[in-house]
């Protein structure tokens, strides 16, 4: 078998299709998709600051990859952000990894810790509270710093890697735990209002699988020996995502109905929750739709 444009042998077949691809045209392919998804949702404009998040996984580090490709020619700016979380044996090989990426593709990196933001690093948090799962603390926490620091950088859109993958994960979660407001701010472009205190984010991998960024991080060595969170196994997530994929291999193109079939009621939810007032959290000044952020409600339970 060929691929599907030229004599070379395929690297990939494509998941929901049963096209194949050698590397040259699979990374045609895959920056296509990207370049598609940024301009159906108008993600970026030309004066753009963009941050991106990386972690030193496939995912992010893919990303970095492929938007410093696309935008090093233009006028748009170009940032890396990254989080030391304070998890051991973890970060300090993603992290050299990072480092190293960044100052051969000259992208400026900022780093932060949850240790020099939060007086405590993500161990010493799991330490003092076992009862709850990390990813908690983790998530909103790294959301916080990535927002703030996006602002005092001047970063105008924040870019993530979320994949489809990712997308109809959290979907599925947020109908599992009735959290309708969790899924109004979802999307290629998440928030429901504009609202300076925020930093939009963009996900220009939404429409990409993991399987295909797996695939382009490995034929283009962007992926380094990558160590799994010793976390990850802990969190609702990973329960959702084992359900999936057993759905997914049964019934192939199960997560991409979930992400479109959610798309097209997605404005409908976000109309929905609109009217509701982006208030200034009473400890930290942060954007918040309640009083107290959730930041500042998680810290207050750990001190
Ligand atoms: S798996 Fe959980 S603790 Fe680990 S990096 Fe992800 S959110 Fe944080
Ligand atoms: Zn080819
Ligand atoms: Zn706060």
């Keep these: 078998m060929n691929c599907r444009n030229c004599k070379n042998n395929p690297v990939i077949t494509l998941p929901n299709s049963n096209v ?11 920056e296509k998709k990207v370049r598609k998804t940024i ?36 006028k748009v700016k170009l940032i890396a952000l990254s989080i030391d979380e304070g998890i051991k044996n973890y970060r300090d090989s993603n992290f050299k990894f990072v480092k190293s990426f960044c100052k051969k593709n000259k992208i400026n990196l900022y780093t932060f810790s949850f240790k020099k933001e939060f007086g405590k690093t993500l161990d010493e948090i799991k330490k003092k509270d076992p009862g709850t799962i990390p990813c908690t ?7 916080k710093i990535l927002n703030d620091k996006a602002l005092e950088l001047g ?12 997308e109809a994960q959290t979907i599925l979660m947020n109908q599992f735990r009735k959290n309708t407001r969790a899924s109004a701010v979802l999307g290629p472009v998440t928030g429901i209002v504009n609202d300076p205190k925020f930093v939009r984010r963009i996900k220009p991998f939404y429409f990409l699988t993991e399987k295909e960024i797996t695939a382009f991080a ?9 160590v799994e969170c010793p976390n990850a196994k802990l969190g609702y997530r990973n329960s959702v995502l084992e359900l999936l994929n057993q759905f997914e291999k049964k019934y192939p193109g199960t997560k991409y109905n979930i ?11 976000k109309e929905s929750f609109k009217e509701k007032t982006v208030n200034s959290c009473r400890k930290c000044g942060a954007a918040t739709s ?5 930041a500042c409600v998680l810290l207050e339970k750990l001190n």
């Design 20 to 30: 194949s691809l050698c590397k040259k045209h699979f990374n045609i392919y895959f």
């Design 218 to 226: 490995f034929l283009n060595n962007i992926l380094d020996k990558y």
């Design 155 to 166: 970063v105008n859109k924040l870019a993530t890697g979320h994949n489809l993958d990712d």
């Design 39 to 74: 301009r159906i949702y108008n993600m970026v404009d030309k004066k753009d600051i963009i941050g991106v998040a990386v972690s030193g996984g496939k995912d992010s580090m893919s990303l970095l990859s492929v938007l410093n490709k696309i935008f090093r020619p233009t």
């Design 137 to 143: 603390f983790c998530g909103v926490f790294r959301r």
């Design 290 to 294: 309640k009083d107290i952020c959730q």
């Design 259 to 269: 992400v479109s079939s959610f798309l097209s009621t997605l404005p409908l939810i």
